[in-house]
């Protein structure tokens, strides 16, 4: 979240210019994105009344989705089932069908 994107500066620099509703799911014991900064951009996207959820998983690391899905189980079904509600929410229910 602190690195450059293309030159353009930082997700927690840009948050304000988000428009689009965003889905952020954390690991909260990611080392690369301290849960500082996932906080910080959560009040930015407040700040914009942007459509947004964030949601901090305790004790999960980065890539609990996908690398340790199975260890952390829990955490990975809930995420799922968020992406799924946020992409249904946001019309994306016909390129699942």
Known sequence: MARSIGGRGTLLERATELRL???GLFGGADQ???????HTLDTALDGTGVEHEIVIY???????FDRRATEFAEASADAWQRVLGFIDAHGGAQSRA
């Open 32 to 38: 690369g994105i301290p849960t500082e900064q996932v």
């Open 58 to 64: 305790s004790g999960a690391p980065h890539s609990f």
């Open 21 to 23: 509703p965003a889905l």
